[in-house]
């Protein structure tokens, strides 16, 4: 209960500019498509009543049963899946939905999965190596740390990370395995990662790598996002927060290709290749949060929101 109750009070990262962003009106078929505790599908549904629809999809059976208590009240007007965000067509025609009219991606982990210890994704809380977003399914963390070859994991620790001190991070790490906990792993981060910026915890990287090849999220957001910009109908808004510059780069080289009619080199004088484009860019530079959002969470200060328009 106290869980449920500290979900229903928290208030989502970029919140208004979000339910903004999507156009909300009775009678709309949302999907968000990262539900989490249930936060943003609220307030999608409180704008669209007393006819709109939503689909909220999730991984994480906890995060799922959080939503639904939260939004039992909207009784037939929700529809809640226990499925990634990269199975949102299939999701949406098993409800009979051929387009929808806007989607919501808010990416990367979610508070409540940070604040479980044992779920592993903090490195301040003592807990499992674990960092699944389903936790029924898939390698952990665990399994990378003891079982990749050096260079494998600094190559995991650079690309997905982008930790500057990546060979000499997995070269400690690879020296004190067996490793099985959240502490003694960033304990090892702390002592050869240099702090990059300040207010910033020198395992925030190597976490953050570790997470993202857990649960392929680059590679999901990058298959998802064609398939959402296909199924919005005319008019029909996509919004995608990103917390990263990685996933961040995939959002807004994708809306950028998408609001081209043409994609062939600058240097050819005439298009061969065909490409209309397909979205509108509602804003030419991501939002972010006000000073005030930031403040008061911290987490929210590296946020970044975008949205496009099916034209």
Known sequence: MAASQGASQHVPVLYEE???GLQLRSGRRMIDGTLGAGGHAEGILDRSSPEGELLGLDLD???LAIAQDRLAKFKGRVHLRRASYGDMRAQAEALGWEHVDGILLDLGVSSLQLQDAAR???FRLEGPLDMRFDPGSGITAETLVNELGVDELADLLAR????????RVAKAIVSERPIHGTLALARIVVREARRSRPGIHPATRTFQALRIAVNNELET?????????RLLARGGRLVVIAFHSLEDR??????RQESRDCLCPPTQPVCTCGHRASL???????LRPSEREGQANPRARSARL?????M
Not at 221 to 229: F, I, M, N, R, T
Not at 280 to 286: C, D, G, I, N
Request: charged letters at 25%; proline letters at 9%.
């Open 250 to 255: 995939v959002v807004k080289e994708y809306f």
């Open 120 to 122: 592993g994704f903090s």
């Open 160 to 167: 997905f990370g982008e930790e500057p001190h990546a060979w």
């Open 61 to 63: 059976p906890t995060a």
């Open 280 to 286: 509108r860019l509602v804003h030419r530079k991501p």
């Open 221 to 229: 957001l990058e298959s998802a996002l064609p398939v959402a910009g």
């Open 18 to 20: 979000a339910l903004s």
């Open 306 to 310: 975008r949205v496009a328009e099916r």
